[in-house]
C-alpha cells in the first residue's frame, strides 16, 4: 500500500446520536472513493464496519470501526464510532487519535440529545468538527428547522456551506455557496441555481462570508470595505476558522441516496486539519497531559499510541494504534514506555472493518494494527528506546452501572475468570470487582445495554455462558453497647473428651476502625497457646452476624477468662468455644445493620433539576450541595447503595438522557430499623 505523508492524512471521527446514519454515510463514503464496489446497508448486516455479529442483530454501532478511503491524493482514516451512549468508550478513543469530528444529525429528527453529548466532548477536547445534515431524503425533512436547532444547541458559529435543493421525496441536490453553483443526484452534475433558491442562497452566502471575514484581519478590512473576497480567499479562512474552532461549516445530503458525499469528502480534506498541523501531547509523570508538546515528524523517533485492544479467540490480541511521529515497521522491536519493556513488532495491518491488509510500515500520522503483543494495552506508548515518550492517555469514563455474573455451568466456572480478564483488556469502561461482603463476581459498565453486550460477547468468544443478576448489597453487622459472651465446649465421647471454656468482652468501636482482638487473661485460666486459637474462632464468629448473617466489623473483642482441662482441651476446642462466645456476644450487644453509602454526583441540565432532587429524596438521599454552570447544575448527594443500584437507568429515563453521574463508595451507616428488617426477613427466607 502507498504510503502518504503527514500532510495527505486525515483521521475523522464519525459522531452522532444512535440511528442518525453515521455507518450509512461511512458506507456511502467507501463506495464513492471506490474502497468497495457495492453499497452496504444496516437493515442487511452488510456494512463495512457494522460486521459484529452483535451490531447485525441489534443493527446498531457497538465498536468502533477504522475504514481507511482515498480521495484526491489525501487517505482519510474514518473512524465510526457508536452513538449508543453505553458505548462512550468506543468514542472517547476514537477522539483521542483524530484531528477532526463529523458530528451527523438527522434532518428528519432534529438536534437529538446524543449529538449533544458528543458536542460536549468535542468542546472540551477542542476538536475540529464538521456539521452533516443527513437524511435529506427523509419524511419530515427540513433543512431550516434543523438549522435553527443546531444554532440553538451549537451556537451561531455553525454555519452552511451548503443549501439543499428541495427535501423528503422531493431531495435532488445541493448548492455549494462558495462557489454559488448547483450540483444534482449522486453524479453532482454542475448547473445553476434554482430561480426560487436564488435568494436564500444569496442571503447564507453573505452570512457565510461574514462569519469567515470576522476571523481573519485582512479579510474583515475588506470585507468592511465593500471589497469582494475571492473563493480562493475564502476557502483558505474558512480552513483555518475551522481548525481554530471559530467557524463550523454545515453540510447536508442524504447517505441512502448517495446525494453530497463527494462534496462532503472535498471537505473533509479541504477543512479537517492533517497530522502535521496537530502537535503531539506528551504525557508529565502522572500520566495526565503535559505541557510539553512535540511537532509531529516522519523522520523522529517513534511514538505511537495504542487507543484499541480486542480479543480474539482465533487471533489473539489484536492492538490499534495510531503513529503520532517517525514510523513503525513489520517485524520490528519497540519500547513500551508505560510498562519499560520491549515488545516484539509481528506483521503490521492496515484494517478495513473486519478485513487486515498485510503493509510492510506505518508511517507518522497513520493507523494500523498488529497482534499478539504480550504486554501493550490501551493507552499505551509505543516508542523507540533510545528516546523514550509517553503521549498522554485517552481519559475513558468510570462505569456506573453493575449486574453480578454467575457461570451457567460448571464447565463455565474455570473459564468465567480468563474470559473476564479478556473482556476488560479490551473494554477499560469495563470494571471487574469480587465483592468480599457477598461472595458475588460483579461486572460494572456504562448500562444495562452495555453489560448485555458483554455476556453475548463472552458467550461467542470465549464460550463461557453467564446469567447476570442485580448484585447483592453487601450489608455488615456491628454492635451498639458492650456486652459479654461466654461458652463452655464440653464434650464426652469415651477416651479423650473435648473441653474448651471462653469468656469474651465486646466493645463497639468508631465506624471503619475495623476488628481489634486483645488478650486480658491473667492466672493461666486459659493457657497462653490457646489463646490464638480462641482469636481464630472469633474471626469464624466474625464472618456471620447475628442478625442476617452478614459480616460483623468495629468491634473490639477482649478475652478475659476462661477455663481449660489438662487432658480434654485442645486448640479445636477452643476455636469452637471462641467462635460461639462471640455470637452470643453479638446477641447481647444490641446489634444492628450497616448499609453502604454512596457518593453520588449527578450532572443534569437545569430543567430537570427539581425531578432529579425529587428523586433522590425517594431514595432515602440526602443532597448536600448544588452547583449551577452554564445552564446545568451538579447535584452532590449521598445515598444508600441498595437505592441506586439501577440509577444508571433511572437518571436516563428522567433526563431523555441528558444527565450523567458518577458513583463512589463512601462509607457504612445504620440501616433505618424498617428496611433493617424488610433486609433481614429476606435473607432468612432465602436462607431457608
Known sequence: MEQYGLENIRNLVLLSHSGAGKTSLSEAMLFDTKAVTRLGKVDDGTTTSDYDPDEVKRKISINLSIIPCLWQGNKTNILDAPGYPDFVGEVKAAMRV?????????????????????????????????????????????????????????????????????????????????????????????GEIPSQLQEEANSLRDKLVEAVA??????????????????????????????????????????????????????????IPAPKDQDMVLAGDSGEEAEQRIKPSQDGPLAALVFKTTADPYV????????????????????????????????????????????????????????KLSVTGTGDTLCSKEKPAKLASIAFAKPIYSLAVHPKTKADVDKLGTALTRISEEDLTIEVRREMGTHETVLWGMGETHLNVVAEKMFRKFGVGVTMETPKVPYQ?????????????????????????????????????????ANKVVGGTIP????????????????????????????????????????????????????????RGMIEGQPILLEPIMNLKVTVPDDYTGDIIGDLNTKRARVVGMNPEHGINIIEAQAPLAEVQRYAIDLRSMTQARGTFTMEFSHYEETPALVAQKVIAAKQTEKA
Open 98 to 190: 483524530s484531528e477532526g469530528a463529523l458530528v451527523v444529525i438527522c434532518a428528519a429528527s432534529g438536534v437529538e440529545v446524543g449529538a449533544e453529548q458528543v458536542w460536549g466532548y468535542c468542546e472540551e477536547a477542542n476538536l475540529p468538527r464538521l456539521i452533516f445534515i443527513n437524511k435529506m431524503d427523509r419524511e419530515n425533512a427540513d433543512f431550516s428547522r434543523t438549522m435553527d436547532e443546531v444554532r440553538e444547541k451549537f451556537g451561531t458559529r455553525c454555519v452552511p456551506v451548503q443549501l439543499p435543493i428541495g427535501a423528503q421525496n422531493d431531495f435532488q441536490g445541493l448548492i455549494d455557496l462558495l462557489t454559488m453553483k448547483s450540483y444534482l443526484a449522486t453524479e453532482m452534475n454542475e
Open 214 to 271: 470576522e476571523t481573519d484581519d485582512v479579510l474583515i478590512k475588506k470585507y468592511l470595505d465593500d471589497e469582494e473576497l475571492t473563493r480562493e480567499e475564502i476557502g483558505g479562512a474558512l480552513r483555518n476558522a475551522v481548525a481554530a474552532g471559530k467557524v463550523i461549516p454545515v453540510l447536508a445530503g442524504s447517505a441512502l441516496r448517495n446525494i453530497g458525499l463527494t462534496s462532503l469528502l472535498e471537505a473533509v480534506a479541504s477543512y
Open 316 to 371: 489473539g490480541k489484536l492492538t490499534y494504534f495510531r503513529v503520532y511521529t517517525g514510523a513503525i515497521d513489520s517485524n520490528s522491536q519497540v519500547w513500551n514506555a508505560q510498562h519499560g519493556a520491549m515488545e516484539r513488532i509481528g506483521q503490521l495491518f492496515v484494517v478495513k472493518g473486519k478485513n487486515q491488509e498485510p503493509v510492510p510500515q506505518l508511517g507518522a500520522g497513520d493507523i494500523g494494527a498488529v497482534a
Open 477 to 517: 453487622e456491628t454492635i451498639t453497647t458492650s456486652a459479654r459472651g461466654e461458652y463452655k465446649h464440653k464434650k464426652q465421647t469415651g477416651g479423650h473428651g473435648q473441653y474448651g471454656h471462653v469468656l469474651l468482652e465486646l466493645e463497639p468501636l468508631s465506624r471503619g476502625s475495623g476488628m481489634e482482638f
Open 528 to 583: 497462653r497457646n490457646y489463646i490464638p486459637a480462641v482469636e481464630k474462632g472469633v474471626n469464624e464468629g466474625i464472618q456471620e452476624g447475628a442478625l442476617g448473617g452478614y459480616p460483623v466489623v468495629d468491634i473490639k473483642t477482649t478475652v478475659y477468662d476462661g477455663s481449660f482441662h489438662p487432658v480434654d482441651s485442645s486448640e479445636i476446642c477452643f476455636k469452637i468455644a471462641g467462635a460461639q462466645a462471640f455470637k
